[in-house]
């Protein structure tokens, strides 16, 4: 079962799963979860439809009933499943992945992600077991579920006067374009403003450089204080600044901490960040007493610890933010929200998202580096003893691949857990040790493993 990862079920349609596999998830998912209703939405892609229906199928004949929101963005999914107490809910889409991917989100109840450890485990078990699928005595009912209007109420809540704003929109030929302009009104620069599942503009993956070449431009070419970009399903966002530089994501949860911090004057708030984050942010958010912890990778880690800890806010690498006030999951548009009222508060005070950028870092990043190995723990560990012998380690983290933090450097080596990659980012207090450093590693990864830099 290619299709199911740590996070969700996801892979090219008809090739990694099919229309039989979407059934059997749809009908093991009500007695998993316990739920005799369960919330499903759909992405624009041009699978969705086809495996909407095959999924509904499967919940209906478990006796369960639907609740139909129909296109909708994953945050969407979230807030219907824990605003209206649902114990289960599926987002059918493949988030940032090309077009010719699919795949599907399940939550519990309270938008809880049901990853491989906690779920998606047990339905990839029973399918690969030939569990049977008696239609129940009664068939589920399938009711469409509007909740358009409580959802636009609820992010109208977090919108700020952006009039002095000029803002610069990418929104991906995906699903932001269900509540961008509604939001934000037409007075802003919009592009790839249409829902089109062939995402004609470019592929749905903000964090590529090249698909966000078209919003630095219409900075550029419209001065625009600041470019927001969203993925295919709007539970990711990036930013530009005013000089067409693309904003590290994770710097970003440092950013928002003038929001919590300073418009609401939240005091010592617990705030969690992933693996692969720039040391500069616990550095920015720990003298004004903010509480960082530190987690694994990805929306099933990351919303349960932000519930476990009772924390505020906080977000990744990947561009997703995760909020307590939205039942702990993560939003692109909300997110925005939030950016975009401190970018107009820094106008007012005369100031520029790049420059408070350039406030936050203090650090040469590599970003994140990809190579296509096969033996990923040999050469983790290979990487692990290589500057380990080297060098003494101020701190060691292995809970999500490895982290190596030095007296001038950290490097984190870990395997994607979406894609057949392994993961690599540096990040040093000098430009020529970064560039060393990642040289040496990929010279291993390469010369020693047979790895591929994608």
Request: with cysteine; net charge negative; proline share 5%.
């Amino acid at each position: 079962m290619g299709a199911f990862h740590a996070y969700d079920i996801r892979g090219i349609y008809n090739e990694d799963f099919d229309r039989t596999t979407v059934y059997k998830v749809g009908y093991f998912i009500p007695g998993l979860l316990g739920a005799d209703t369960v919330v499903v939405g759909r992405d624009c892609r041009l699978s969705s439809k086809e495996i909407r229906d095959a999924l509904v199928e499967g919940i209906t004949d478990a006796g369960a009933d639907v609740r139909d929101l129909g296109l909708s963005s994953t945050p969407m999914v979230y807030f219907a499943t824990a605003h209206y107490g649902f114990k289960a809910s599926v987002q059918i889409t493949a988030s940032h992945n090309p077009k010719n991917y699919n795949g599907m989100k399940v939550s519990r109840e309270n938008a809880l992600p049901v990853g491989l450890d906690s779920g998606l485990g047990q339905i990839q078990a029973w399918i690969e077991e030939g569990r049977p699928t008696p239609p129940a005595a009664r068939k589920g009912k399938v009711t469409a579920f509007d909740i358009h209007d409580d959802y636009l109420a609820f992010m109208r809540g977090y919108l700020a006067d952006l009039s002095g704003l000029k803002i610069a929109f990418d929104l991906s030929n995906g699903m932001s374009n269900l509540f961008a302009k509604e939001i934000f009104g037409e007075g802003h620069s919009y592009i790839f403003d249409t829902m089109d599942g062939n995402f004609p503009g470019h592929e749905p993956n903000p964090l590529q450089p090249e698909n966000v070449k078209p919003l630095r431009d219409l900075v550029r070419r419209t001065g625009a204080d600041v470019g927001v970009i969203y993925d295919g399903d709007a539970d990711r966002v990036m930013f530009v600044d005013e000089q067409a530089r693309f904003v590290a994501p994770d710097l970003v949860v440092a950013l928002m901490s003038r929001y919590f911090l300073g418009e609401r004057g939240e005091k010592s708030p617990l705030v969690p960040q992933e693996i692969r984050s720039s040391q500069a942010v616990p550095e920015f958010l720990e003298p004004p007493g903010c509480r960082v912890h530190t987690r694994k990778v990805g929306r099933a880690y990351a919303a349960p610890k932000l519930r476990e800890i009772d924390g505020l806010w906080g977000g990744e690498l990947a561009g997703h933010y995760y909020f307590k006030d939205f039942h702990y999951s993560d939003s692109g548009l909300l997110s925005s929200l939030i950016v975009l009222r401190i970018v107009a508060g820094l106008k007012r005070e005369g100031k520029t998202l790049g420059e408070e950028m350039d406030r936050i870092a203090g650090y040469f990043n590599s970003g994140e580096i990809n190579f296509r190995v096969d033996d990923k723990k040999g050469a983790m560990d290979a990487l692990k003893a290589r500057f380990s012998d080297r060098e003494t380690p101020v701190k060691v983290m292995d809970f999500d691949g490895y982290r190596l933090e030095f007296r001038d450097w950290w490097f984190n080596i870990r395997p994607s857990n979406t894609e057949p990659y392994l993961r690599l980012i540096c990040e040093a207090n000098d430009r020529t040790l970064l560039e060393d450093r990642v040289a040496e590693a990929g010279r291993v990864i390469e010369n020693e493993f047979g790895g591929q830099r994608v």
